[in-house]
Nanobody, 118 residues
Framework: QVQLVESGGGLVQAGGSLRLSCAAS????????MGWYRQAPGKQRELVAA???????NYADFVKGRFTISRDNAKNTVFLQMNSLNPEDTAVYYC????????????WGQGIQVTVSS
């Protein structure tokens, strides 16, 4: 079994920054894509950013230039540096990862709240 544990969320004023972390642990042979999704109240969950094991990244248009995704492969950890936050970024942020143990399985973290006040 694999666990994804997020940290770093909280309350910040508009224009501020937060750094989210997500550490994967358990029976892990390799991790391919790691990413962040978010879900605001009344809205569908949406991709924020993703990064593969080679470091190639993909960003949603609404965060380009403001958010940066990175990972530490040795520690099975993915980060999301969020700058220039605005109230529209308020949501529960979820870590997502494709982990190979005996086969490739998709896992979700429990989610972490990010609230941006105006």
């Amino acid at each position: 079994q694999v666990q994804l544990v997020e940290s770093g969320g909280g309350l910040v004023q508009a224009g501020g920054s937060l750094r989210l972390s997500c550490a994967a642990s358990g029976s892990i042979f390799s991790i391919d894509v790691m990413g962040w999704y978010r879900q605001a109240p009344g809205k569908q969950r949406e991709l924020v950013a993703a990064i593969n094991s080679g470091g190639s990244t993909n960003y949603a248009d609404f965060v380009k230039g403001r958010f940066t995704i990175s990972r530490d492969n040795a520690k099975n950890t993915v980060f999301l540096q969020m700058n220039s936050l605005n109230p529209e970024d308020t949501a529960v942020y979820y870590c997502n990862s494709w982990v190979t143990s005996f086969r490739s399985v998709n896992y979700w973290g429990q989610g972490i709240q990010v609230t941006v006040s105006s």
